[in-house]
């Protein structure tokens, strides 16, 4: 079972490897959230989001054979580019899955690291049926963007950082897709101290993953319309959702409005370009109501990947 | 006579008070400038420029009587919320002449901050004239934006924080407008390092520097008609050309075209809202053809203050 441990393996594997991304804070934030807030800025990440980190965790740990007959993923668009990103440095064949409305920066920028990309039809085809057939034919191993010990671990390694740079805190906001960045969040922050509220924010229109705290058991949503597209999971796996179950103190959800809102305020105030999910840790604290008053808080921004013409919507 | 000894008082003065802006870095970039680039980020101190350090650095060493009487200051738009949000922190009253024409987020953010904003039309009127005017009334301490020892001295502070994280550094690139941030880097630089080379840069229509430097003395040019709105300057003070002249090793010029090339990659890939002023020298590593193979090169992004739909335009 992935502990604490696996996040600090993957932060030494990271180091040099992965960018230290900058926590940067702002009077203007914490005069609104009536709060000190830390802001982890995986925006700034290589690829330009957290997913980088898993991936390459993962990829590192395959064997000489498997390095050789190479990786596929399915992604619906920063994992993807994650993967294909750490297949280039450690010299591993990728495949990406991705779905032909996913966005063309990030169709583009998977190419441009030396992916072969295949498309598929997001309302028609199952991708990880597709995934699953390209590493039969080839012997590649699958990469699945959340499901899996080394990627919940690298995505870990944000948290620690952001902790290592501004401990104590009293509470930590991630955004939840699949739960693989709140889930190693969860274990980096209660291995170095167990009193952190962790709460994890989704999309209102896709909260698959506080359904399943409700009920306790995996439910599984209809493919959620959001403008998050890096938040449109269906479902937590056991794993992610076993490890959120264990440590999370709750789910935020959020509005399509909030999220532009909050990719505003990015704009305006912290000058940093997030994409409408890596807004979703900054649109719970300002817009969600939650009870931070006088906390020391990190968030954690996810990414910035998102098409120039869709951003100048969005922001104007 | 300004001195390093005056930015090393400055960086002591702001300790605390100014954010230390984080310094990234980019593979991408590395790859296109062919350089190892070390991006100082004052995009994102307070009130989105490095204005903010000489301005509160001016104000500190204000006395009890000039505190109280006020001050004055005239600004295309940073300097006017860099004075606007020392004034607030200090306690001081502030007036701030400012164009009509000037953006409309800098003329509500520095009344956000407190400050009184007196309007003139640009093309009419002498903003100089009627700040004077406005300190003989009121008894007023006009702050000039750059000709002035102590607001050079603490713009200096950030070249001295980026050397600090990234020395040893082959060169700096820092945008010129009159001159008072490149002074300050020039200054900051050369006391820690003598081997240094100190690049301004200046809009292609608006290279009132490099027009005083080929001349050796200050020269005067009509309002420049460049989107860089922070860098329309007239001309240096003799103060500011002094310093450049002593120690720069030259001035570089970028197109519009250019900078809004430079605001488009570091949207896309660094993942930073730049205002088109503060995309200078990022426009000069990468589009001027400087000759910066396998240097060590610290550059300064001066700011990210810019209209939501003026940016949606100049992105897309």
Redesign the interface.
């Known amino acids: 079972m992935v502990a604490f441990e696996d996040v600090r393996s993957a932060a030494q594997r990271l180091r040099g490897v992965a ?1 230290r991304t ?1 926590v ?2 702002s ?1 203007t934030l914490d005069e609104r959230v009536e709060a000190h807030v830390f802001v982890k ?1 995986e ?2 990440q ?1 690829m ?1 989001a957290f997913k980088f980190r898993g991936a390459y965790n993962r990829l590192a740990q395959l064997n000489a054979g498997e390095r050789s007959r190479g990786v596929v993923a399915y992604s619906s668009g920063n994992h993807a580019q994650g993967v294909a990103l750490a297949a280039q440095l450690l010299q591993v064949p990728a495949t990406i899955v991705m779905p032909r409305d996913a966005p063309e ?1 990030k169709l583009a920028a998977t190419r441009g690291y030396g992916a072969e990309v295949v498309l598929y039809e997001r309302s028609e085809e199952n991708r990880a049926v597709i995934a699953q057939r390209l590493c039969e034919e080839r012997g590649a191993t699958l990469v699945p963007p959340y499901d899996d010990e080394r990627i919940i671990a690298g995505a870990g390694t944000a948290a620690l950082e952001l902790l290592q740079d501004a401990a104590p805190l009293d509470a930590i906001v991630a955004p939840v897709g699949g739960g693989g960045l709140f889930s190693g969040t969860c274990l980096a922050a209660h291995g170095l101290d167990a009193g952190i509220e962790l709460w994890g924010v989704e999309p209102e229109a896709g909260d698959d993953v506080r359904q399943s705290l409700d009920r306790g058991e995996r439910v599984v949503i209809d493919v959620p319309r959001t403008i998050a597209d890096g938040l449109q999971t269906q479902s937590p796996s056991d794993l992610t959702l076993s490890i959120i179950r264990r440590h999370a103190r709750g789910i935020v959800t959020v509005t399509d409005d909030q999220l532009r809102d909050a990719m ?1 305020f990015a ?8 994409e409408p999910s890596g807004a979703a840790a900054l649109a719970a604290v300002l817009y969600a109501g939650m009870a931070l008053a006088d906390k020391r808080v990190g968030i954690i921004l996810s990414g ?1 990947n998102v098409d ?2 869709r ?3 969005l ?2």
Chains 1, 2 share one sequence.
């Open positions: 960018h900058p940067v804070t009077r800025c925006n700034l290589r330009g920066s505003r704009f305006e105030r912290l000058k940093l370009v997030l910035g120039p013409r951003y100048a919507e922001i104007s």
